[in-house]
């Protein structure tokens, strides 16, 4: 049994741009090879448009079963159109439209996908109502957002609100790097240094921006996840550390920032062994997920499933917890579900038809 917490997925808008159109601003362009880029403005990026599109759900479980031995999935919202450049109307039209496709994927399949909700983070107002309806009206638990807003870290006034009215309905974040507007991108110009370097770096600033606003001192139940498994925080928080020790500007929350490291979730996409063993000696087993990026390029070579399957340094109760249980714990999942109870009683593979 493994559960995908890190798995895309594209909007049914966007078959509108993979066919020429128009999507919230949205666009194709073409370089002069002929290669297709997505663009929204005068900002171009060095992407084709994701075509993950929900269509075909039952199609998609089999096949990730099948080629990744992934059994259930989180559909996180594909990391480029969080739309946060839209205005209030907008950016509160294109919401409820991804967040309703989503929860309809969730109710046809509950026993494979569950619906992340995504909301207008720059719109606070907004995004309170659609936090409401998306959780009193569509049955989705679960929220997803980037790891800044227009460029403000997620302990900013306007941003830290929205976070704290999740965490009081019990509801689980995700928090996923930008594609643009990384902290440093300017000096990212070549290597693909954006991603290698600046997602990385961009979920470090996220998870400690939320350290340090206070939020898991006054909301302990919290459960909140980072990918990239965090970032740079395991090896750097050493520094953090002296700094709350010495500076009474560094000591807004209640610990020192290693004694968080163990209350957030973290993905497993750290792409090495060392890595990943530090990671566990920080977070601790029970806070590591499975993720793979899916589709895109980020799994670790050769599936996350089976790496940690083989990993020596996890007992077999540990691997078990990093496979599934994390996850349904993280995300809220009745354990006692039909499914989980199958899948425990050592059910194998996914059904051949995936009930609608």
Request: net charge negative; with cysteine.
């Amino acid at each position: 049994m493994a559960i995908d917490t890190h798995a895309h997925w594209s909007p049914r808008g966007l078959a509108r741009v993979a066919d020429g159109g128009d999507w919230y601003g949205w666009r194709i362009v073409r370089d002069a090879q002929g290669r297709e880029h997505v663009a929204l403005g005068d900002q171009v990026l060095a992407l084709a448009v994701s075509r993950s599109f929900l269509d075909d759900p039952a199609a998609r479980a089999a096949a990730r079963k099948a080629n990744e031995d992934i059994d259930f999935e989180a559909l996180v919202l594909t990391g480029t159109f969080w739309n946060y450049h839209l205005d209030e109307a907008d950016s509160a039209r294109c919401c409820r439209e991804i967040n309703q496709e989503v929860a309809q994927v969730q109710a046809a399949y509950p026993d494979r996908f569950h619906g992340i909700a995504v909301l207008p983070m720059q719109h606070p107002k907004v995004a309170l109502r659609e936090l409401d309806h998306a959780t009193g009206q569509l049955g989705l638990r679960s929220i997803a957002l980037a790891t800044n807003v227009r460029g403000l870290n997620l302990d900013e006034p306007t941003v830290l609100p929205v976070l704290e009215a999740a965490a009081a309905m019990g509801v689980s974040i995700t928090v996923h790097p930008v594609i643009w507007g990384k902290a440093g991108e300017e000096r990212f110009p070549r290597y693909n240094f954006w991603n290698s370097f600046g997602a990385p770096l961009e979920s470090s600033l996220a998870a400690m921006s939320v350290v340090y606003s206070g939020l898991l001192d006054r909301h302990p139940d919290l459960r909140i996840m980072f990918t990239q498994g965090g970032g740079w925080i395991h090896f750097g928080v050493g520094r953090l550390n002296l700094r709350y020790a010495q500076r009474a500007d560094a000591r807004p929350m209640a610990r020192p920032p290693v004694d968080y490291l163990s209350r957030m979730y973290f993905d497993c996409l750290v792409h090495d062994e060392d890595s990943l063993a530090l990671l566990k000696k920080r977070a601790g087993a029970d806070h590591i997920l499975i993720g793979t990026d899916y589709p895109a390029g980020g799994n670790i070579p050769g599936g996350a499933v089976p790496w940690i399957q083989n990993c020596n340094f996890f007992t077999e109760e540990e691997k078990q917890k990093v496979l599934w249980r994390n996850a349904v714990r993280f995300l809220g999942l009745p354990e006692d579900s039909a499914y989980m109870a199958q899948r425990r009683a050592g059910a194998e593979g996914i059904a051949a038809e995936v009930r609608p």
